[in-house]
C-alpha cells in the first residue's frame, strides 16, 4: 500500500555527486506535478542513479533532473529534492515538481509496484507541502510546450491507477498496452540540413543496438528502447526530448569550421514528425 512516509535513499548513499551546486529554489507547494521516465532501460540502482547524475552534469545541468527516482524495485531515490528547479518539464519547472521513473515505459511494464511506489511519492510530496494537490498533473508528454514521448505509454496508461491509489482506491490491473509503434523512418532523414549546414558524415544511427553518442554527453540515444535524451539549447527552448534518434552531426559556420554547434534529427513518437533541433557541440 502506499504511504506517506516511505524510506527514501538519501543522496549520499547512492554516492551522488558532491560537487554539485544545489539547483534553483522555488516556491511551494507547487501546483503541478510530472511524471518522467529515464527513456533507459539499462540504468538502475545506485549505480544508474551515479550514471544519470554523470550525464545530466555534462549536459550542462548542475545536477541530475527530477524532485525523486524512482527504480523498479520500489526503491526511492532523492535527488534534487522537494522545493528545488527540477530542468525536467520545459517551461514549468518553476511552478512544479517532478518523479522520474527508471526504464523505458514504451516498452517496460509499469508495475503494481511502480504505481505503488509512485504514488507513495505522491503522498510524500503532499505530506510536505511541495504540491498543492497530492496527484500527478500528467506524464512529461503532456506538459504545454513539451515535445517527448515521455513518461511512455505503459506507464501514462496507469497515471490514472496511480492517482486512484494515492487518494485510497488501491491499485487496479494495468490497461491493456497499445500495439507497438513501427519503428523510425531511419531513411527519410538521410541528408538532413541545419540552417549552418553539416561537415563531416552523418551519423545514421543503427536501427538496432544500444549506440551511446558521447559528444561531451550532451546527446545519448538508445536506439534500441527507441528513446534519445538530447539537451538542446542554452535557452532551454527544449530541455530534453524523448524521442527517436535518427541523425546527428556537428554543423559548421560560413567559414566552414565546426561552430560548436550540432544537428539533430529526432522522431516524435507523438505526433509521428521528424524534428530537427540544433544543439551545442562540445
Ligand atoms: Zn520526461
Known amino acids: 500500500m502506499p504511504t506517506a512516509n516511505p524510506p527514501i535513499v538519501a543522496r549520499q548513499a547512492w554516492g551522488a555527486n558532491p560537487a554539485n551546486t544545489p539547483a534553483q529554489v522555488i516556491s511551494t507547494p507547487t501546483p503541478e506535478l510530472w511524471l518522467h521516465h529515464t527513456g533507459s532501460s539499462g540504468l538502475h540502482g545506485a549505480a544508474g542513479m551515479r550514471s ?120 487496479t490491473p494495468p490497461a491493456p498496452t497499445p500495439p507497438a509503434t513501427s519503428g523510425a523512418p531511419l531513411t527519410t532523414v538521410a541528408s538532413p540540413k541545419g540552417s549552418q549546414g553539416r561537415v563531416g558524415t552523418a551519423r545514421p544511427v543503427p536501427a538496432f543496438g544500444t549506440v551511446v553518442l558521447d559528444n561531451g554527453a550532451r546527446c545519448a540515444g538508445d536506439v534500441a528502447s527507441g528513446n534519445a535524451r538530447v539537451w538542446v539549447n542554452p535557452d532551454k527552448t527544449v530541455q530534453q526530448v524523448g524521442a527517436a534518434l535518427l541523425d546527428i552531426a556537428p554543423t559548421v559556420g560560413g567559414d566552414g569550421q565546426p561552430d560548436g554547434r550540432g544537428f539533430v534529427a529526432l522522431y516524435d513518437l507523438k505526433n509521428g514528425t521528424v524534428g530537427t533541433y540544433v544543439v551545442p557541440w562540445a
Open 52 to 171: 544519470l547524475q554523470a550525464n545530466a552534469r555534462s549536459g550542462g545541468y548542475v545536477d541530475l533532473e527530477y524532485t525523486v527516482v524512482v527504480d523498479t524495485d520500489g526503491t526511492i531515490y532523492m535527488s534534487r529534492g522537494v522545493g528545488r528547479d527540477t530542468a525536467a518539464t520545459g517551461g514549468r519547472n518553476s511552478i512544479s515538481h517532478a518523479i522520474c521513473v527508471m526504464g523505458n515505459f514504451e516498452n517496460d511494464p509499469a508495475t503494481d509496484r511502480i504505481v505503488d511506489t509512485v504514488a507513495s511519492c505522491v503522498l510524500w510530496l503532499s505530506a510536505q507541502r511541495a504540491i498543492q494537490s497530492a496527484q500527478i498533473t500528467g506524464p512529461h508528454r503532456d506538459a504545454p510546450g513539451n515535445s517527448t514521448a515521455c513518461c511512455g505509454r505503459n506507464l501514462i496508461a496507469r497515471i490514472g491507477d496511480i492517482n486512484r491509489a494515492v487518494a485510497g482506491g488501491g491499485v
